[in-house]
């Protein structure tokens, strides 16, 4: 055997199979690279589109949460001028209601110390009666009564 030639056999199958896949398999294998390629590309987009975004999204939160912290704080103060509005508004009826029983208890006392008055005319009246009958030693009829317990109930 000689070497030279097994070295030129050698070399001559390994151009052909280079050939070959120069031909058929290096074609695959460069649009397979250029397909991943273009996928890391667009991923790398993706990614870099997707943070943009979230920076975004992030700014947008932070701008809806201090939004909503102020019409929180802006409801509450509304609640608490409501209520305090509610608590004036109740304490003026209290007043008021106190007011007019107050009224009431006040007229109610008027009346019962003129139903007392009179009636202690009518006592007094009927006690002088009795004193005037007593000293008279005689009994005045009903109607001469009635007049004149009239005209000193008037008199007093």
Not at 35 to 57: F, H, M, N, P, Y
Not at 96 to 107: F, H, N, P, V
Not at 120 to 127: G, H, I, K, P, S
């Amino acid at each position: 055997m000689n070497i030279g030639l097994t070295l030129f056999g050698q070399s001559l199958v390994f151009l052909i199979f280079v050939a070959f896949c120069m031909k058929y398999v290096w074609p695959f294998l460069k649009s397979a690279m250029a397909e991943r390629r273009q996928s890391i590309a667009e991923g790398l987009a993706a990614a870099e589109e997707a943070e943009r975004k979230l920076g975004e999204a992030k700014s947008g939160a932070e701008e809806e949460l201090v939004k909503a912290r102020a019409e929180a704080a802006q409801i509450i103060e509304q609640a608490r001028q409501r209520s305090n509005q509610m608590i004036e508004d109740a304490k003026g009826e209290a007043r008021a209601e106190g007011e007019r029983l107050i009224e009431a208890a006040r007229s109610e006392i008027d009346q019962e110390i003129n139903r007392a008055r009179e009636s202690l005319r009518r006592q007094v009246a009927a006690l002088a009666l009795q004193g005037a009958e007593k000293v008279l030693e005689e009994r005045i009829d009903q109607s001469r009564h009635d007049r004149m317990l009239e005209r000193l109930a008037a008199e007093l």
